[in-house]
């Protein structure tokens, strides 16, 4: 056997792109010569290129064995590992090609920086990527990652150019489409994203992410061309891939816990793996055992935001003979009327804001804490990666994001009977710990402002005014359809929204004239100035209408506060059936509907029966008094009662399970 000549002719095959016939070639070798350097990495890469990370892995180990500092080969075994998920060991590699080798190399450069970048520490990737650019300028996945780089160092001017150069080098490149993507919808250019999505996805159309990113701004758009196969794309596509995805844009379109948790799973697998980077420093702190249970809430939202608007009673009413409370504040601090409470109800409010992960996450390892609740999830800034490196004894998830993490991140999760019913527990990743009545918090400070006449509103005086002040992104087209046929059933009704993008307004309208509706029985309303200028408009509304699959939350409890009947489509997911909680809660289980067909009903029934909707009222006004859903007191009661079984079983040393209040 001619060695060498069987090398080469493996190097010519996979240059042409034929990887079997390359790695026949070099088996042939490694059969008669089993630690011919050559072959074993050159076999090593065929099998990576081939979508088989592990063997190659093997390949490339054993390769490098023989020679340690071989930068290719170290490079190569770097994207192995990458494949793998396995970040903190493909940075390593990196560094050693990076060390090896006898000058600087763009591509080492470039893998190092991408994968730093992947880890958060992005001060050390722009080194290495720009670095790799003083070396390569006609790189165009480099020009990529350095368009992420920007963009995620909030400088969207620079990174439109580096993406824009990338697609320059090579118009087929989806990664860049997506940054073109991304960067568009940051600057609401909501059109653009969805046409680089779309140009993505026809290069790439496997490619998960894009998908989910189209379907979010598809919705914003209300473009709803295509909605059912769009939906089952992804569905099929989440089923398949691996490809960790943000399972909340999921919701906007899945009423299926399986698919939601499987999803979740992954994505909490994804955030731990690049976790572990810098992850192996932080320990958490333990001290002695105190005399109070010491709970931190974190989030992004302690400013004029729902959570904030929900969270302060809470704050206000916990027993601090039992209990230390702490607020985390992440991103800038507000001066909302909902964020000084929050301080002021604190023992401690830390802010940490233009931090990174790692410094959060020691952060909070170092307080103590015997309860880390979680108020954000997936939602943007969430912790997701700092939740990974478990800085709490116990970690909760609650009030800020509807559904499952995924496995490993939190233990617990606050939920309520209606919105994961006895049985629906293989759902959800954590343990379920139910509150006795709903799991939103709602009290009795509220302000309404006196509403104004329905002419200053710019609504007829004498309709029927259906409304909805969701963001339009949870309007699908199933749901907009029962709408349009309520108001075909009811010629005097008109429908209310909140005001959504101008390209939304269009096709609403668009939409509505094909299913029989004219245009100008569509209204919307601008942003309120104020929380109780807001909720004056459920006064002068006389039905409101719940979304599907992702249903109202904290609009919900507005609309039920004020005495406006809220019609609520209860689904099977964590998100589809909160509005189901709250109208329960409420003492008003007439108003949830079961399907599509019931759902449609009752806004038929409620539209023409004024003496049904004014009986509803009176009954949603009474229960402001009475009903434990404006008792944010005894929640907080209820709430503790789950705390300090959580932190009992902690101290017990026993797992976390489900519990009921």
């Not at 932080?282 to 002695?288: F, K, L, M, Y």
Request: hydrophobic content about 50%; aromatic content about 6%.
């Amino acid at each position: 056997m001619d060695v060498r000549k069987r090398i080469g002719a493996g190097m010519a095959l996979q240059r042409a792109g034929r990887l079997g016939e390359a790695a026949l070639e070099y088996e042939h070798v490694l059969a008669a010569e089993p630690r011919n350097f050559d072959a074993l990495q050159l076999l090593g890469l065929v099998r990576l290129r081939s979508g088989d990370p592990t063997a190659g892995l093997a390949l490339l180990g054993e390769a490098l064995i023989q020679h340690p500092g071989h930068v290719a080969t170290l490079n190569n075994a770097g994207n192995a590992l990458r494949a793998l998920g396995d970040l903190p060991r493909a940075i390593e590699h990196y560094r050693r090609a990076v060390a090896a080798a006898p000058a600087p190399n763009a591509v080492v450069l470039r893998n190092l920086g991408s994968a730093l970048f992947e880890v958060d520490f992005l001060e050390e990737a722009r080194v290495h990527l720009y670095a790799a650019l003083d070396l390569e300028q006609n790189d165009a996945v480099l020009w990529a990652w350095v368009g992420n780089l920007e963009r995620a160092c909030n400088r969207p001017d620079r990174a439109l150019v580096a993406v824009q150069r990338a697609l320059a080098l090579d118009p087929t490149l989806a990664e860049a489409y997506r940054g073109l993507g991304m960067i568009a919808s940051g600057a609401m250019r909501w059109q653009d994203a969805r046409l680089a999505y779309e140009r993505g996805l026809r290069l790439v159309p496997g490619m998960m992410v894009l998908r989910t990113l189209l379907f979010g701004v598809t919705q914003v758009l209300a473009h709803w061309d295509g909605w059912q196969q769009r939906v089952a794309a992804i569905v099929d596509a989440a089923e398949r891939s691996a490809e960790a995805t943000d399972p909340m844009r999921l919701m906007l379109g899945i009423d299926d816990p399986a698919l939601l948790r499987q999803c979740a799973d992954r994505m909490a697998t994804h955030h731990a793996q690049r976790a572990r980077s810098w992850a192996a420093g932080i320990v958490r702190a333990t001290g002695a055992r105190r005399r109070r249970i010491r709970i931190g809430y974190v989030s992004g939202d302690l400013r004029e935001h729902p959570v904030a608007q929900l969270l302060a009673g809470v704050i206000e009413h916990h027993d601090r003979e039992q209990f230390e409370v702490c607020c985390y504040a992440l991103g800038a601090t507000s001066p909302s009327p909902w964020r000084i409470r929050i301080d002021a109800a604190c023992e401690r409010v830390v802010a940490l804001d233009d931090v990174s992960e790692q410094a959060v996450a020691i952060r909070l390892a170092a307080e103590d804490l015997d309860l880390l609740v979680d108020l954000m999830g997936h939602t943007e800034p969430g912790i997701p990666r700092v939740l990974a490196t478990r800085p709490g004894a116990v970690q909760v998830s609650w009030l800020g994001y509807p559904g499952t993490l995924g496995a490993g991140l939190c233990d617990y999760l606050i939920a309520d009977p209606v919105v994961v019913p006895g049985g629906a527990d293989e759902g959800y990743a954590e343990a379920i710990a139910r509150m006795p009545h709903c799991l939103l918090p709602a009290d009795r400070t509220r302000v309404v402002a006196v509403p104004r006449s329905r002419h200053e509103y710019g609504l007829p005086d004498g309709a029927i005014v259906l409304c909805c002040f969701a963001r339009i992104e949870k309007v699908t087209p199933e749901v907009f359809e029962a709408w349009m046929a309520a108001m075909r059933a009811c010629p005097d009704a008109v429908l209310w929204l909140a005001r959504p993008v101008d390209d939304a307004i269009d096709n609403l309208a668009r939409e509505a004239e094909a299913r029989g509706v004219a245009r100008h029985r569509i209204f919307y309303a601008d942003r309120a100035p104020d929380a109780g200028g807001y909720l004056a408009r459920y006064e002068v509304a006389d039905v409101a209408l719940d979304t599907f699959p992702y249903g109202s939350h904290s609009t919900a409890l507005d609309a039920v506060w004020v005495g406006c009947p809220l019609v609520a489509y209860a689904g099977r997911s964590f998100q589809a059936r909160v509005s189901a909680s709250v109208v329960m809660a409420a003492g008003a289980p007439e108003l949830v509907a079961a399907d599509l067909a019931d759902y449609l009903r009752r806004i038929v029934a409620l539209a023409r029966d004024a003496g049904e909707r004014a009986r509803i009222r009176r009954a949603l006004v009474r229960a402001r008094h009475d009903a434990p859903l404006f008792d944010v007191r005894r929640f907080t009661r209820d709430l503790e009662v789950l705390y300090s079984r959580m932190h009992a079983r902690r101290l017990a040393g026993l797992a976390p399970a489900a519990m009921d209040r």
